[in-house]
């Protein structure tokens, strides 16, 4: 966890005309297993093929077909449990939740209730700087998605497309700490971005490789406090679930709707029905989808074909030991070591191809320099270009590094640099030899400034009356100067020999 002092977030109220009321709310978080095979079959988990040409028969529900486990997908299960300070179970079992669907060809999905592959961890969500909130995961368990169900093809059919059938998923649930939309959003955005840089999930939403089901209850100030001295859950009021959530905004509006939703009824004197609702994001509200089912509606019972999974210590020991650095780590070095603000590099380790970039970038420079140019110069570039990946950036963090070195040295000024990029970013280039062929090294020589100040004071002696009644016109002398030297003059020399002409 940081070494920094944080404060939680107040909870959020929302005022109803018989009082406040404050939310409550609980994630159930799908990632997909970034392997290239399914959990128990061979088949590809390519996203875009050809419907139905990823399907191995177990996965088509053939009978006779047995699963077989994929190594690598309880090993990235076992990185993410470890990646969330979580508790790692060195035995768990797979289960049959059985239902019946059209995109689940078995009449079962093999999942894990009782007995998951990671048990309890925490995250800590990141507000703004200096508000956090420390979210409890209550486990992770590894189990197989669903295939899709297409209704917009044909006016009279549906069709299935099975290639997602047996794609192995991490579901990860929170416990219910988060207070309010945004912490929400939070939540799942500091996830994928966790998940991002171990590489056991790409959290892509819109291809539905990261999406969430949100628990969402309302009770009265006071009772969430209950609730967390006894853990007897009638104080946080009946919860509503909202499936299958893949937008951060549509994961705040859904919240929002649903918990004013949940007070009028309880200010009309209602009860709240446990149920499944879905999203309409045109309309901007929540539907019911069906009765919020409980595990004995699924009939669970121990997959017969599969053995408990066991698993070693030193596995789990060897898998630990090649954790890359995480998000809140790498983020209290950069304050540390770099000497940067905790937005800066909030902002710099958000994704870790930026925080790779940053590093190079920053190697033998000012740290803090170098941060501006990163997130004010380049990001702002990147994001002009139609959010080009920084991956793909024109300017290499080398490049981006021998900028700053030449602004260090005063080789160039700040504005000079600006222009340097540009041809940087359009024509490539080593910036210190641009710097050299095209003549903008800064003017430091004082006595060349000294001449070039002269020669602006001798031409506007009116100018310098008014100068030295008013000091604040000196400025339109310094800009003088500096156009007369094509913008290489050292502004800080340029400064200094204008206020002592000028007799300020």
């Known amino acids: 966890m940081l070494d920094l002092t944080y404060e939680a977030p107040k909870p959020k109220v929302i005022e109803g005309a018989t009082g406040p009321w404050e939310l409550v709310i609980g994630l159930e978080v799908h990632a997909q297993v970034a392997s290239n095979a399914k959990l128990f079959s061979g088949a590809s988990t390519e996203f875009g093929a050809e419907p139905n040409s990823n ?83 209550e486990r992770i368990h590894l189990e197989q998605d669903a295939g899709k169900s297409i209704h917009d093809m044909d006016p009279h059919m549906s069709f299935v497309d099975l290639n997602r059938t047996g794609v192995a998923l991490m579901e990860i649930v929170s416990r219910p700490d988060i207070r309010g939309p945004e912490e929400a959003a939070a939540y799942v955005a500091k996830l994928r971005q966790i998940m991002r840089y171990l590489g056991t999930c790409d959290g892509n939403m819109q291809n539905g490789n990261l999406r969430a089901d949100v628990n969402v209850s309302v009770c009265r100030p006071g009772d969430y406090e209950k609730y967390m001295e006894t853990q007897d859950f009638s104080h946080l009021g009946t919860r509503c679930e909202i499936k299958n959530m893949n937008s951060m905004r549509f994961i705040q509006q859904a919240i929002d709707y649903e918990a004013r939703r949940q007070i009028a009824i309880l200010e009309d ?62 983020k209290a070095r950069f304050v540390t070591e770099f000497g940067l603000s905790e937005y800066d590099a909030s902002v710099l380790t958000a994704e870790a191809e930026n925080a790779v970039y ?54 160039i ?34 006595g060349a400034i000294e001449a070039a100040v002269d020669d602006v004071i001798a031409a506007n002696p009116a100018q310098v009356e008014k100068a030295k009644a008013n000091p604040k016109l000196a400025g339109w002398f310094v800009g003088q100067v500096m156009k007369a030297t094509g913008g290489k003059a050292n502004p800080k020399a340029v400064n200094q020999i204008v206020a002592a002409k000028l007799g300020l």
């Not at 309409?280 to 121990?302: I, N, V």
């Not at 033998?364 to 990946?389: H, M, S, Y």
């Not at 000079?416 to 020589?445: C, H």
Request: hydrophobic residues 35%; aromatic residues 8%; glycine residues 10%.
């Open 55 to 137: 399907v191995a028969f177990i996965d088509a529900g053939m009978p006779g077909m047995l699963p077989v486990i994929n190594e690598g997908c309880v090993a990235l299960a076992v990185k993410t449990g470890l990646g969330l300070k979580a508790q790692i179970n060195l035995t768990s079992a797979f289960d049959r939740k059985n239902y019946f669907y059209p995109d689940l060809p078995q009449g079962y999905q093999i999942s894990q209730l009782y007995h998951p592959i990671v048990g309890e961890g925490e995250v800590l969500v990141d507000m703004e700087p200096g508000i956090a909130r420390l979210v409890r995961i």
């Open 269 to 330: 004197g209602g009860s709240v029905t446990q149920e499944t609702r879905l999203y309409d994001p045109d309309k901007g509200e929540t539907r019911s989808m069906r009765s919020k089912e409980e595990a004995h509606d699924y009939r669970y019972f121990p997959d017969p074909d599969l053995l408990p999974l066991e698993i070693e210590q030193a596995w789990v020991d060897d898998i630990a030991s090649h954790l890359p650095e995480l998000p809140d780590e790498k």
């Open 358 to 411: 940053f590093e190079v970038a920053a190697e033998g420079n000012d740290g803090k320099l170098t941060a501006n140019w990163v997130i004010n110069e380049l990001f702002g570039r990147l994001k002009k270009d139609g959010d080009t990946p920084i991956t793909e950036s024109p300017v290499s963090p080398h490049q981006l590094g021998g900028i700053v070195a030449l602004i260090s040295k005063g080789d």
């Open 413 to 446: 000024s700040g504005k000079i640099a600006k222009d340097l990029f540009e041809i940087v970013y359009t024509e490539g280039g080593d910036p210190a030899t641009l710097v050299e062929e095209r003549g903008m090294k800064q003017v430091t020589d004082t």
